[in-house]
């Protein structure tokens, strides 16, 4: 089970995201991936799935586009190099190596309420504030 | 360069897919990969391109959704098997390595004026009826 | 079931390799990668099988060092990029899959008892003349 | 340039881990890498690199056997899933994402005045006390 708060976190992320026209690139499976999937559906936004195992099924029903890759924990590069910028919500080490990964790869991390230690790593306080500073950085 | 009239083919295969509502995945690059893009934005369509190299700027201008996988030959895995049916043109050791992942993966494979001669590869000799034997057999 | 020919072919060709001091690189799996990795081992030989799951336990007994890549198919890519060359036996669409992998990198590719129709692929009549040409190519 | 302390401390935890019968994997560049691969070949150890790169020559000259995977980033996933147990120095977010993907994994991850402060990290003062840790928590 995702934790209530985040997932409210998550799908105000997928919202705002989506509202401001970017696509949202996740790992595709339930929990905070799923939350953020459908706010972006919900905003009418598009959702692109990187999916670990060798199925489309194990996608959420929220996301339009579902990428197989068949590669395991190797899909979490494939997130990280699709993106042009990440936001991390809390997680586990999952998520961590999400944050490493982009920071090895030179792209901008934005940690909601998470993972601000780690340096390199933009801390926001909010969903709002988190795409802000993601869209502002790419643009 | 690409042959004209593979590309002539290729743009005939995207167009006639996004018709018929079908994304049309491919590897994202130049020659046959952009002909097919082409053909499909023509027509209103989706396209997604799974990238060997790191870099989104390598795709073609006619893909929507890049996915930077960073993994060279083995995003020829991914494509094939993120897809619900292939259609292989004429090519290289390259798309004979997707004909034969498709195989492996148990997918159905339509290979338009080549492959014909590898077991479990359903000949087309028009794109129209490459696009027609595809769409039937996910329908 | 592997053929026993088969086997007895990817066994001779292991012992060669191993022979002469060629390190045998496989799936690891069973079948013809196992025949190929004892007759290795009987020589006093050196194995290392790149797995497609994610359990070292998936090994057959002759390898000597796993890989454990939890990437499906695209461990073949793995495979054949790793190898300095190729030596095919018959089989089925995983196996021409790292042919063609192996002809599009470049790789020299010898078919023992088959794959010779393909463009660009060396053919072999025993396992004794296959390792000669895979060994010849590289020194 | 490495930091000359922690080349000497992979370059014992490469000894030790050789003396005891260990092999040693790492991503085979220069670096901590080579520190930790020449450390086991004094040793007399055996080392494994799984590059990045598609050549082979990229690895470092302590490396036995070279696996080539032309995998990006993606080539992390393999180095971890393929270890028995992780012994980390202190590095950068490359680093970092190999001590997350071994926790995702289940693997133990010992970090070698490094990475404590991360959950699930065991913490070992002296390159002989993380090869302790380590082979200990496999035997």
Do not use: F
């Not at 401001?20 to 996740?26: F, K, N, S």
């Not at 979490?76 to 944050?99: K, M």
Request: aromatic share 2%.
């Amino acid at each position: 089970m995702v934790d209530p708060d985040k997932a409210t976190d998550a799908r105000v992320v997928g919202k705002e995201l989506a509202k401001r026209g970017a696509v949202v690139v996740c790992g595709g499976l339930g929990g905070v991936m799923e939350a953020a999937s459908r706010g972006a559906k919900e905003a009418g936004g598009t959702t692109i799935g990187i999916l670990p195992g060798t199925e489309k099924t194990d996608a959420n029903p929220a996301i339009d586009y579902k990428i197989v890759t068949g590669m395991g924990h190797a899909r979490n590069v494939i997130i990280v190099q699709s993106a042009d910028v990440v936001i991390a919500l809390p997680g586990g080490p999952g998520t961590l190596s999400e944050v490493a990964l982009s920071l090895k790869m030179g792209k901008r991390v934005i940690g909601l309420g998470a993972w601000e230690d780690i340096s390199g790593v933009i801390g926001a306080k909010t969903p709002e504030e988190a795409v802000q500073i993601a869209l502002d950085s790419i643009s």
